[in-house]
């Protein structure tokens, strides 16, 4: 079965550092692989994604990310990160005619 | 181009009782998938439709059931309300089962 596993629960970084956060599935092939962002009580914006290709891949928000498949991670970056990229950030594996299974999430705080 | 609409936003029932929760899917999407989202939690998906007809399920009991209509919007049902469906609802749309989906705002539903 599918897996997603978020291991940090809680990351806070300075304004204008740079973030990374971890994101490790469990797939029998290389699967479609996704960033959220959730802003609190709001639904989920699709950040980036991952089918196939170029194994880094850019998204909205200045934000990239890189798939690694002998690692089964797909963590996502940005290399300055401003106040209002504050949030819960979800890993998601999908396929084609199925669900997305989703991480736990991870919470970003943002210190002046 | 119109994205993903729920409603209501928010739902207070008590237990026991029957919801109805609406989805309008993203023009030309005839894919909708719910997912339910405990606090704290990530999405857990429920169940998907495509061409009006159920196309995967969770793990969710019958209780949990829906419809999708020939214009692909969606609802929800949830009959017998216990304490624990207290929860974010989103739906999501997609294009012909397709594994990127992109998320309505969706319904806090709270039990008591």
């Known amino acids: 079965a599918q897996s997603v596993t978020q291991p940090d629960i809680h990351i806070t970084v300075s304004e204008g550092a740079s973030l990374e956060l971890r994101c490790n599935y469990s797939?029998?092939?290389?699967?479609?692989l996704f960033w959220y962002v959730q802003s609190p009580g709001q639904g989920l914006q699709l950040l980036l994604k991952?089918?196939?290709?170029?194994?880094l891949v850019q998204g909205i928000k200045g934000f990239e990310a890189e798939f690694k498949r002998s690692q089964s991670s797909f963590n996502l970056r940005k290399p300055s990160v401003h106040w209002s990229d504050a949030a819960e950030y979800f890993c998601a594996v999908g396929e084609r005619g199925n669900k997305l299974v989703f991480g736990a999430g991870t919470i970003l705080r943002v210190k002046s | 181009e119109t994205g993903v609409t729920q409603s209501p936003t928010h739902l207070i029932k008590t237990r026991g009782q029957q919801v109805t929760l609406r989805c309008s899917s993203q023009?030309?999407?005839?894919?909708v998938s719910w997912y339910q989202q405990a606090l704290g939690q990530g999405p857990q998906f429920i169940f998907q439709y495509y061409r009006e007809e159920e196309n995967g399920r969770g793990n969710f009991p019958p209780r949990f059931s829906g419809l999708q209509f020939p214009n692909y919007s969606s609802e929800l049902n949830v009959n017998a309300l216990e304490l624990d469906d207290s929860a974010l609802y989103l739906c999501a749309s997609s294009l012909d089962r397709g594994p990127e989906q992109y998320f309505g705002p969706g319904t806090r539903l709270t039990v008591t």
């Open positions: 023009s030309g999407h005839n894919t």
């Open positions: 797939y029998g092939a290389t699967p479609y």
């Open positions: 991952y089918f196939s290709g170029d194994t």
